[in-house]
Nanobody, 122 residues
């Protein structure tokens, strides 16, 4: 019943931008964190960014700080990730996650999307 669907991925050149969206259905995620994770081929899934329900708290991985911006629209039950100044090392499958009462651990997120591919060429 609960479904998260990512969109907005694609192929871009280094220095370009993409905006990822995550549409949530089946429930709202009040008073919980939402986040983006990513996973490159052959590597473990890693944290990218998180945002609290109110939007007043955000936290970013050092690798994306200053380049990515996470936001959410609770009226639309949606999550976004604006990615600027993309680098080849940003290439990965990006996953939307929701439902955590503690943002700091991947295991805390109860719901996950299927991912959207981001490829950044040199």
């Amino acid at each position: 019943q609960v479904q998260l669907v990512e969109s907005g991925g694609g192929l871009v050149q280094a220095g370009g931008s993409l905006r990822l969206s995550c549409a949530a259905a089946g429930r709202t995620f009040s008073r919980t964190f939402m986040a983006w994770f990513r996973q490159a081929p052959g590597k473990e899934r890693e944290f990218v960014a998180t945002i609290a329900w109110t939007g007043r708290f955000t936290y970013y991985a050092d690798s994306v700080k200053g380049r990515f911006t996470i936001s959410r629209d609770n009226a639309k039950n949606a999550l976004y990730l604006q990615m600027n100044s993309l680098k080849p090392e940003d290439t990965a499958t990006y996953y939307c996650a929701a439902g955590a009462t503690d943002w700091g651990s991947m295991a805390k997120y109860d719901y996950w999307g299927q991912g959207t591919q981001v490829t950044v060429s040199s």
